[in-house]
DNA sequence: AGTTAGCACTCTAACAGCGAGAGTGCTAAA
DNA sequence: TTTAGCACTCTCGCTGTTAGAGTGCTAACT
């Protein structure tokens, strides 16, 4: 549906108010705001139609009007001027990131963090997942006669670590025999090639040793289980206590604790133009329907591979926090491939 | 100040009550509650002298009483009658942790979600802290022609690594180099031997590969600090929420965020007897003193090395809380030191 | 001397009533 | 089509009232 410009002017004009202060926007304060050149009974007029049309809302009869979810997206998909981060801003982050540590996890928890502090929303992100991602290496670090630390890096750069214990002394004999089959049937291979089966076909065949190299099979394959599995970061939660607008704050962040719904959210709906925005009762899940979900996915040498979100009230500075999420995808995507592929 | 037998009694039943309804408790509810063999009127003049004393506090003349700061200390110390874990549940949990992975930071994080969801408190603790650890092993991982993923093992098992970048080209004698150098200097030493001027000497020494080779001791260097740094890990914080005793629970929330306060708290606040509880106002930190912290160290081979600690309203359920943070911080210190030494 | 029944007293929480203020929708005039 | 004006509605904050909970005190009882 198309309004007229004066109705876009005023839609615009409450969104902006309305994200600005938190209180319903009466005719009179909009007057003085929006500097338009017609009287308050006029916009009086406007703003009974746009109630009428379903863009407003009136929390009673006497209050002025918040804009309904109809509102905000029309607000967000033709009215709002996006307000682009500062180039000195940009260039800050850009340094934070650099020396966050290089790994996906570290990247996205500082990226998390920058976020947070931007924009006063919860940040979730999830970790690369790569689908042709294959395991890179693996390192067995002795540290007593009978626990090693077996350490996995995979191809996308997702690192992980587990402490094993074997049955049998851990001699030299051993470890080079582990090193021999993951040389052998695991490097190059990826997570879901390493099946329970293959673990265990591979434990027979060694005949005496089976018993004694078993242990370190199990650890190799749950390792390459987590190295495969999307990891879901949360920074920021707390900076939800400062909006009045959640009554119960406890169970969105019991949702965004969870993890997998998110998850699956973002892997489902892939990024269509740039970035993602829904709105209030647009979400899917019943414990985000009095939020607005803002999230794009990074893309590491070319192709998507995990995404970046922002929980906020409906009530949240659109115009601002879209290009911030959106620079953010971008840069953590470009530093992620500069650390992969050069 | 030792209480006559009758006030101990009503002071523990005031506690409890009060413990499991957070309403105040007055003369008449305690005495259905607590059946002792005398008449309200009694229990009123026992709980006017307990507030004399100090022991109890009234929101206002109609209401009930509440167990003042210093009730709970009273209760605390002489008369709770502490409410150990069922051995299944013990077994169950030592199963959990067990299984978490191994790594320090693992077991902790499987250790505060336990917690968390046993105790309904935010749960905090600190990694691992070891003034004799020493760098055990460096891994460094080419992961394109300039640059390497670099990990650090410490004697203490904490695990830690960076992307690093070259300027030149990442060739096997650079990397020969480098594990030369590595192991000569490096392996065995203690984090807060590898100073800048070390790092600084080194460079210089080695004349024309010097340049090259400057990138990966900086990134060696970093992450001799990250290893030795403790590090606070938090779970559990929504738990918070829950409690209608915080009406700004963000203020909180950002404190256990920041981590410093608590770090140093815990390490300065040596395990006097078994486990350390300070309660309301008895906390330095404003921002916990509506709150009570509990909290223990884990020795990890005969000595103390790092903390577990339970937040929660001045309100919990001591009785129930103090033996379970205990049973955990043995059980951590436990699986801890047979990673380590075996 | 300690205990108890009884009672007057105090304070809160909940509810109703009221007025001020904000903002609307409608009407009639420009 | 716009605007001034006005009656109307609804919330918010204040006040007053009442019911109920709980106390502290006194006087009688064991």
Do not use: W
Not at 166 to 181: A, K, M, P
Not at 217 to 245: C, H, I, K, P, R
Not at 312 to 336: C, F, H, N, Q
């Amino acid at each position: 549906m198309q309004l007229s410009e004066r109705k876009e002017k005023i839609l615009a004009a409450i969104v902006e108010r309305y994200i600005a202060t938190g209180e319903p926007v009466g005719s009179k304060t909009l007057l003085e705001f929006s500097s338009l050149p017609v009287s308050s009974a006029t916009i009086r007029n406007e703003m009974a139609e746009l109630s009428r049309l379903g863009f407003l809302d009136q929390p009673h009869t006497s209050a002025g009007r918040i804009p309904s979810q109809l509102g905000y997206r029309y607000y967000v998909d033709r009215l709002m001027n996006r307000y682009e981060l500062p180039i000195q801003e940009k260039r800050l982050i850009e340094a934070r990131l650099s020396d966050a540590g290089g790994e996906p996890q570290q990247i996205l928890e500082q990226a998390g963090q920058v976020l947070a502090e931007l924009t006063n929303c919860a940040v979730v992100s999830t970790t690369p997942s790569d689908d042709n991602a294959v395991i890179r290496r693996v390192e067995l670090v002795p540290l007593g006669t009978h626990t090693a630390m077996m350490v996995m890096l995979s191809s996308s750069g997702i690192l992980k670590s587990r402490v094993c214990r074997t049955d049998s002394e851990l001699n030299l004999e051993l470890i080079e025999t582990f090193y021999n089959i993951v040389s052998k049937h695991f490097i190059g291979k990826s997570a879901s090639e390493v099946s329970i089966a293959l673990i265990q076909t591979l434990a027979l065949s060694l005949g005496s040793k089976s018993l004694a190299i078993s242990p370190l099979l199990v650890t190799l394959s749950d390792l390459a289980q987590l190295t495969e599995q999307t990891q879901l970061l949360l920074e920021g939660q707390s900076n939800l206590l400062n909006y009045t607008d959640y009554p119960n704050a406890y169970e969105l962040m019991e949702f965004l604790r969870r993890g997998e719904p998110l998850t699956n959210l973002f892997s489902g709906h892939k990024t269509e133009n740039d970035t993602n925005v829904l709105i209030g009762k647009e979400n899917f899940y019943r414990e985000l329907q009095d939020s607005s979900l803002i999230f794009s996915h990074y893309s590491v040498g070319g192709k998507d591979s995990g995404a970046l979100g922002l929980i906020g009230p409906t009530r949240i500075d659109y115009a601002r926090l879209i290009p911030s999420l959106k620079y953010l995808t971008e840069i953590v995507g470009s530093i992620m491939s500069d650390t992969l592929e050069d």
